[in-house]
């Protein structure tokens, strides 16, 4: 057991631990500031980089289409609506069925101007 | 695409993550020199073995962390250099020749000590240290310059804490072998 004592402490004092140079010590601390940086500069780029993966293209691309054809279908809307309801002042004024036609789509053109025109940002 | 509060907890993590390995490195950077130093027996090579463990902790350091639980993590660490010691030794099939270099341990702290102040001793117990098989030599590098406990030396070597105990005890056995066998010339 002594002996086993001893030759505990004889490794001990043997294998002390090692100070490491002061000039390592600098050297690690600068390549891990670098690392840092360039993680952090990677960071700042991932958006950019989201954007060149094709893989995301599919949900860029599809939100303004979306949008183009939910204002498209809405203003569309828009104008039966409104053609709709001067449909009686039309028929009376119609000497027949093609001037009937031919008033309904002159008022058409006339409500996909207005809605085209309001939809429009003024200057 | 992220929003900018996503962006800003990405950053916010990143720095954090930084933060804690700058931490590890400043609590470990001696026992990882130390654990370099006696595996290969020159500063020139434990330096440069030092550097690699750091930068390749530094590439997995978040999922080490996520992983460890809460756990220290410098049996990670030294798991790391103990993998990159082994591919120092394999890509350059070679063994440190002599215990270790004499502008090292051998000339500095050791007088202090007090309890061995015979430089020879030292030297002789280095030299036996370095004939003992690889895994009983880092065992004891690991519990004695780096007073590593049995649960952190079996997860840098990645053993059972009973075979760690048992690999400890025959180490100190076979090496006292040794120094016996160098004292009384037999070696």
């Known amino acids: ?123 | 695409m992220a929003t900018d509060a996503e962006r800003a907890e990405a950053a916010t993590q990143k720095r954090r993550l930084d933060d804690d390995f700058s931490a590890l490195y400043k609590a470990h950077l001696r026992d990882v020199y130390s654990y370099a130093y006696y595996r290969v027996g020159n500063h020139h090579d434990a330096e440069d073995l030092t550097e690699q463990t750091f930068l390749q902790a530094y590439r997995h350091f978040e999922r080490a962390q996520r992983e460890s639980q809460g756990r220290p993590l410098r049996p990670w660490l030294i798991r790391i250099a103990h993998n990159l010691a082994a591919n120092y030794y394999r890509d350059r099939s070679r063994r440190p020749q002599t215990a270790i270099d004499d502008a090292g341990p051998l000339a500095a702290a050791h007088t202090t000590e007090g309890l061995v102040e015979d430089r020879d001793d030292l030297k002789r117990i280095l030299e036996c240290v370095q004939r003992l098989p690889d895994d009983r030599r880092e065992a004891l590098i690991m519990r004695f310059a780096l007073g590593m406990d049995n649960r952190e030396i079996a997860r840098a070597l990645g053993r059972s804490d009973g075979a760690t105990k048992v690999l400890l005890h025959r180490a100190i056995r076979q090496l006292e072998e040794l120094v016996k066998d160098a004292e009384t010339g037999n070696a």
Do not use: C, Y
Not at chain 1, 15 to 31: D, T, V
Not at chain 1, 37 to 64: F, Q, V, Y
Not at chain 1, 83 to 92: L, S, V
């Open chain 1, 1 to 123: 057991m002594s002996q086993s004592f001893d030759i505990e402490a004889r490794l001990k004092a043997a294998l002390a631990p090692i100070e490491p140079p002061e000039e390592l010590a600098l050297r690690m601390e600068s390549r891990l500031g670098t690392l840092v940086e360039l993680a952090a500069d990677e960071l700042e780029a991932w958006e950019l980089s989201a954007m060149r993966d094709p893989r995301n293209w599919p949900g860029a691309a599809i939100r303004p289409a979306a949008a183009v054809i939910v204002g498209v279908g809405a203003g569309a809307g828009l104008v039966v609506l409104r053609t709709r309801r001067r449909r009686h002042k039309r028929r009376a004024q119609a000497h027949s069925a093609l001037d009937l036609a031919e008033r309904t789509l002159r008022d058409v053109g006339r409500e996909a101007l207005r809605v085209f025109e309001d939809a429009t940002p003024k200057r």
